[in-house]
Each structure stands twice: as structure tokens, then as C-alpha cells.
């Protein structure tokens, strides 16, 4: 099956900075990637919706200003939390969009201290 | 907006018996997918099954299974002879333009 991979894989920053997460779709090309967050014990939860060479279209309640999305190729979207706070600590999962299906990446654990 | 509803959050079943998982959604659309997605320790999305709205078979991988039934917007996912390795988080989704997830059911193997 397809694959998507995520950079890093976990991460601890302290607050106030601003951390950015990579996700790539390895074999095939995605024209639409998803962001979704995920609390512990809780489920997935969509942020954006990213589109390749056009802004992203945010979930009510995400604050656009601090998720930047960029989606720059068919098989890269980026994920950044500006001015990182404790409150955003989470698990963060990138997810490429396939004919059928989506694939999911492996997540990035964000700790912020 | 689609919503997806599981009611059970934890569920549980002896090694080797049969388990459904229940999941309701509601859309007004007429063209979109369902999915079963395991979710285990290390957090990775696994997709289990996948069934096209248009379709009326039941779709089946191996042991799992699943009762869709598109006038109710039901969609239960039935794993019959279980194992160990069955234990996880599940999670029923739908998708049409995007992906949205049910709040997930906590399966436990018992050997």
C-alpha cells in the first residue's frame, strides 16, 4: 500500500517556539493532504485540509495563524505551530488523500514544555 | 456536516469467539465510503476494511466483516475467531470530501 511518512516523529520544544512538522507522501502523488489531531484517548480530530498550490481550508475553531499549512508539492505538506503553548502538546497525524482511501502517516508527538 | 456515532467505548471478547463493532453516521449525501480503521500502542492508522456506499455487498477481509445497511446508516464491523493481536483502538470513518472519525471503541482480547 501507499506510504506517507511524517518528520519528526516526536518533538519537545519549549513554549513560545514555533515547531514544524513534515508530511510526505513516498510513492504516489497527493493532490489533497489532511491534518488531524488527536488527543490521548480521544480520536482523530481534522484540523485542515491542504490543497496543493493553494491556502489551506481550516476546521472551525483551528486558528489558521497558528497551524500554518503549506503545501507546496504533491508529495510534501508542512504543518507549522507558531508560538508554541503547553495547550498545544499532542499527537499530530498527516494523512494523504488516495483514490479509495486515505494513508495515513505515523504521527508526530508534540511535547511542549 | 457527516457525523459518526459509536456507542460503545470499550468492548470485549474472548480469544477465538466473535465481536461487532457498532458505528452510525449521518449524511445526506449518496456517494461516499466507509472505513474501519485499527489503531493500536504505537498510534499508527491500520486500515481494516472499506466499504463504497453504491455497493451492496457487505464487504469482507479475512475475518473481519462488515453489516452495512445504508437506509439505517449503520455500519458494524463484525471480527470473527479473534486474536491477541485484534487489541486496539477502533475507529469507524467516513469519507466524501474528507475523513471524519467516530470517538472509537477500545477492543480487549481476553485469552
Known amino acids: 500500500g501507499a506510504v506517507v511518512s511524517q518528520h519528526p516523529s516526536w518533538v519537545i520544544c519549549k513554549s513560545g517556539t514555533s515547531v514544524k512538522i513534515e508530511c510526505r507522501s513516498l510513492?504516489?502523488?497527493?493532490?489533497?493532504m489532511f491534518w488531524y489531531r488527536q488527543f490521548p484517548k480521544q480520536s482523530l480530530m481534522l484540523m485542515a485540509t491542504?490543497?496543493?498550490?493553494?491556502?489551506?481550508?481550516?476546521e472551525q475553531g483551528v486558528e489558521k495563524d497558528k497551524f500554518l499549512i503549506n503545501h507546496a508539492s504533491l508529495t510534501l505538506s508542512t504543518l507549522t505551530v507558531t508560538s508554541a503553548h503547553p495547550e498545544d502538546s499532542s499527537f499530530y497525524i498527516c494523512s494523504a488523500s488516495g483514490e479509495r482511501t486515505q494513508y495515513f502517516g505515523p504521527g508526530t508527538r508534540l511535547l511542549v514544555l | 456536516a457527516q457525523t459518526v456515532t459509536q456507542s460503545q467505548p470499550e468492548m470485549s471478547v474472548q480469544e477465538a469467539e466473535t465481536v461487532t463493532l457498532s458505528c452510525t453516521y449521518d449524511t445526506s449525501e449518496s456517494d461516499y465510503y466507509l472505513f474501519w480503521y485499527k489503531q493500536p500502542p504505537s498510534r499508527q492508522m491500520i486500515l481494516v476494511i472499506r466499504q463504497e456506499a453504491y455497493k451492496q455487498q457487505n464487504a469482507t477481509e479475512n475475518r473481519f466483516s462488515v453489516n452495512f445497511q445504508k437506509a439505517a446508516k449503520s455500519f458494524s464491523l463484525k471480527i470473527s475467531d479473534s486474536q491477541l493481536g485484534d487489541a486496539a483502538m477502533y475507529f469507524c470513518a467516513y469519507r466524501s470530501a474528507d475523513m471524519r472519525f467516530g470517538a472509537g471503541t477500545r477492543l480487549t482480547v481476553k485469552p
Open positions: 491542504s490543497n496543493e498550490g493553494s491556502k489551506a481550508t481550516y
Open positions: 510513492d504516489f502523488q497527493a493532490t489533497t
